[in-house]
């Protein structure tokens, strides 16, 4: 993991948002790790992820807490 992007009680795009952000700093193959509570994140994240061409390495939820980690194409 090389970057944490604490997005939690955010509203969606934000969550997103903030992940791109950080994906951007990245190089190939480096990922980012994402918490976030707005249930609306799964889909974007799923979505993002195909559109974009980065893995979504994982998604889970545990406590109301969204966990997602992507790596960067």
């Known amino acids: 993991m090389v970057k944490e992007v604490d997005a939690r009680e955010l509203r969606c795009p934000l969550p ?8 951007r700093d ?16 799964v889909r974007d994240f799923r979505a993002f992820a195909e559109l974009a061409g980065h893995g979504l ?17």
């Open 26 to 41: 990245l190089e190939s193959g480096q990922a980012v790790r994402v918490l976030a509570t707005d249930a609306g994140s």
């Open 16 to 23: 997103l948002l903030r992940a791109k952000q950080a994906l």
């Open 57 to 73: 390495e994982r998604e889970d939820r545990a406590d109301g807490v969204y966990v997602y980690i992507l790596v960067k194409s």
